[in-house]
């Protein structure tokens, strides 16, 4: 009864600091002079390392924005309500996998945008059930893979100016968070 409230959005506050952050990065590119966007990951260059950690951060447009917002929201809400403890743990290991192996092997292009996280975050919860094998993380795995199954299978396939490659390595690191989570005590 004495434990504090973690915020005033209760079992949502993750999510929604996280989406505000994205939206405050993404407000400040209009500020700042320059563009921040300049450090997302930029395969094999000293300056793309930094976009290990920002990428995830940084979106071209207010489209792009905007299409991975409802996404990492739901998803990192799905990932809070079911597995609280692993908030934290989860998306750091999804970034330290996903941002190295694509600054290693992805094309030379500027990658940025929540994307990367999304398919990690989907991953993750997909892998997680069917490791767990147990009934709520199976419910959550097949809820996940009905809405976003289809989607995310589509964002595999290289196109244009898309980084199938950060969705690849997003989902690498979604399932290797998984299989390092499961059997931890914080789910």
């Known amino acids: 009864m004495n434990e ?14 996280l989406v505000c952050a ?36 940084l979106h ?27 908030f934290a743990p989860v998306i ?7 941002g190295p192996l694509l600054w290693l092997l992805g094309r030379s292009a500027n990658h940025i945008g929540a994307s990367i996280l999304i398919y990690g975050l989907a ?11 147990a009934f709520v993380p199976a419910l959550v795995a097949l809820f996940v ?10 964002g595999f396939i290289p196109s244009g100016c898309i980084s199938w490659e950060g969705h690849l390595f997003g989902a690498v690191g979604g399932v290797v968070a998984a299989y390092q989570f499961r059997n931890s005590e914080l789910s």
Do not use: E
Not at 4 to 17: H, I, K, M, N
Not at 145 to 154: D, E, K, R, T
């Open 145 to 154: 893979g009905l809405v976003y199954g289809w989607g995310l299978l589509l």
């Open 60 to 86: 071209a447009n207010l489209g792009h924005i905007v299409s991975n917002t409802v996404p990492l929201f739901v998803l990192s809400l799905l990932l809070t309500i079911f597995y609280r403890r692993l």
């Open 4 to 17: 504090p409230q973690a915020s005033r959005f209760g079992v949502a506050s993750g999510p929604v600091y």
């Open 92 to 98: 750091v290991t999804i970034i330290l996998i996903s």
């Open 123 to 133: 991953a993750f919860l997909i892998s997680y059930g069917l490791l767990k094998k």
């Open 22 to 57: 994205i939206w405050a990065v993404y407000l400040a590119d209009f500020i700042i002079p320059g563009r921040l966007n300049s450090w997302g990951i930029v395969p094999r260059t000293c300056g793309g390392l930094v976009g290990i950690l920002t990428s995830n951060f």
